[in-house]
């Protein structure tokens, strides 16, 4: 759970586009029985008097969210609680509000799961299927659904005001109404700590015991503790001393993968920071190594003096942060929901009567790199399939030269779904303008420069930007060499105010929010120095 600080506050080609089509396609085809469902949390579309909410990402109907918290798939329901601010358009009041999704697209907003009282505000946490009622919250018939969350405390709370520590709620309904444990809080340090939050909660098969995560944020420390319960709990080991330390660490989770294409498995540390991330301002590094049931030990990690670029980034853009799994999610891979915001100017930015969205939900491959371990990620795949059946599938190929061509109307979408490859044959940067105004002087700007392999993404005249300095102007990643470097494959999943851009198989993302002008529709493809061919498809969302 992040919160202001005064002391932090903040950073072949042409051909392969009929594979594109027919993927885009069969997408279409093999769902097309399913009905559709609603089309954003309470019923809202993107609007000429709210021309900034998104179509294909979590949002409140009204007021301020940020860190997805208790995230569950439970009955063919995926649940997101997240921080909330039931009374206002700012962060305050921290409660935990609830969407619920069949489709990790189309959310539905819920009634606010917990709220704040003077005595306790409730910060991020985690929320799991205690299956076998280890807790005895519930019983064998009906065993509950336990979070685990951070208890804020203020005035007349349990423990001195501005203490936290970790506590317990129960649902037996499945998530509609929650319970807290008499025994609160069930996790605290000595002596108290104002920085102590954030418990994230994995099963150890091993030693058949849950193991949590959390950390003292302003010591750059996870602690990690053991339960058999999730009621007592038994302190493990503290990690801390390598990677990014330029700001508070938050959220974190210890997540165990399988490496993709042998049968050896690992564990990786998911951890958010802020400030201090690679974009500026909030990001999200990563670890990958051994957990032996009591010590997590990364492979190969950055220093912590070593520059921000040797660390390993989830995410190169701007706006993701917070993100954790979804316990339960059907699959292999670990299910990702990430808030999509960035603590520099979050509640700056010129939204209402909303302030903040989740991005897209992703998927994670975790792969032998050059040099280490390396995450891939992916548009999770129940997203996809959604977003791939939204509409008919426009393409086009073009070469292009020296002249900006316009793309028309197939391509003017506000919120889209884009696959684009380029062959930067002789060109020395080569990419597309979106949300392109009517006299060509503002539009979002993605581009591929081949001599340094720097896929960015520019938003410094995609719109307003007057709301904050600190609002960035544009966000870049250099990709490893592939062999044909001129060539680069770009998956873009355009929304009303927000941009992720999944580079190759998913070798690195940026994610940039921005706040076009409402008639800003246009679309270009440019290439300079030399020609490009590009394959470009779309879905209108």
Known sequence: MTYPSPHLSRRQLLAASAAVVVAFSAASCTQSQSPTPAPTPSGHRPSPSDPWRPVAHLTAGKNWLNDPNGLVFHDGTYHAFYQYNPHGNSWGNMSWGHSTSKDLVHWEQQPVAMEASPEEEIFSGCIVMDTNNASGLGSAENPPMVALYTSAYGKNGALPQGAQAQSIAYSLDSGVTWQKYQGNPVLNLAPTNNNFRDPKVTWYEPGRYWVMTTVVADAQVVKMFKSTDLLRWEFLSDFSGVGAQGGLWEVPELVQMDVEGSTARKWVMLLSINPGGIAGGSGMQYFVGEFDGTRFTPENAAAADAP???????????????????????????????????????????????????????????????????????????????????????????????????????????????????????????????????????????????????????????????????????HEVKLQSSGNDRAVRLTILLDSSSVEVFIGSGEAVISDTFFPDWDNTGSSAFSTEGDTDFAIASRTL
């Open 308 to 474: 921000l670029e040797e660390s390993q980034w989830l995410d190169h853009g701007a706006d993701y942060y917070a993100a954790n799994s979804i316990s339960g999610a059907p699959g292999d891979k670990p299910v990702l929901l990430g808030w999509m915001g960035n603590w520099d100017y979050a509640q700056d930015v010129p939204t209402t009567p909303w302030r903040g969205s989740m991005a897209v939900p992703r998927e994670l491959t975790l792969v032998r790199g050059g040099k280490r371990f390396e995450l891939r990620s992916a548009i999770a795949g129940a997203a996809k399939e959604t977003l791939e059946r939204s509409g008919e599938v426009k393409s086009k190929n073009l070469t292009v030269g020296s002249s900006l061509q316009d793309l028309g109307p197939d391509f003017g979408a506000r919120s889209q779904l884009i696959e684009l490859e380029m062959d930067l044959a002789s060109a020395k940067e080569a990419g597309l303008i979106l949300r392109r105004s009517s006299d060509g002087n503002a539009g979002l700007r993605i581009s591929y420069a081949p001599e340094t392999r720097t896929v960015r993404v520019d938003r410094s005249q995609a719109g307003t930007s007057n709301f904050s300095e600190k609002f960035s102007p544009f």
